[in-house]
């Protein structure tokens, strides 16, 4: 069974930066892309960013291009770092694995393991 456990978040100014990171485990994992989505209260979730298993591959939302930065540590860990951070990048962020390796997909139906999710608030 793979397990999925974000990390980082918190309160964070409007203007600052935050990082999250994901760990992904389990004796059944395997190389695979990996994405970030996130929900507001009231709203939909949402694609944040994602990345292939090697790198190479990104996609970022259009409400974040240029302020993050997703990337793999290695094969089962990878991080998102956002700057200039804005009220409305409060939601729960969601890291989750995809079934691809190579598709860095900002479609939330090509993820099967999800993690819990942690809060993310930014104050004005």
């Known amino acids: 069974q793979v397990q999925v456990v974000e990390s980082g978040g918190g309160l964070v100014q409007a203007g600052g930066s935050l990082r999250l990171s994901c760990a992904a485990s389990g004796r059944s994992f395997t190389p695979l892309a990996m994405g970030w989505f996130r929900q507001a209260p009231g709203k939909e979730i949402e694609p944040v960013a994602a990345?292939?298993?090697?790198?190479?591959?990104t996609y970022y939302a259009d409400s974040v291009k240029g302020r993050a930065t997703i990337s793999r540590y290695n094969d089962n860990t990878m991080v998102l770092q956002m700057n200039s951070a804005k009220p409305q990048d409060t939601a729960i962020y969601y890291c989750?694995?995809?079934?691809?390796?190579?598709?860095?997909?900002?479609?939330?139906?090509?993820?099967?393991?999800w993690g819990q999710g942690v809060q993310v608030t930014v104050s004005s």
């Open positions: 990345v292939s298993w090697h790198g190479s591959n």
């Open positions: 989750a694995t995809s079934t691809a390796t190579v598709n860095a997909s900002g479609s939330s139906r090509d993820y099967v393991r």
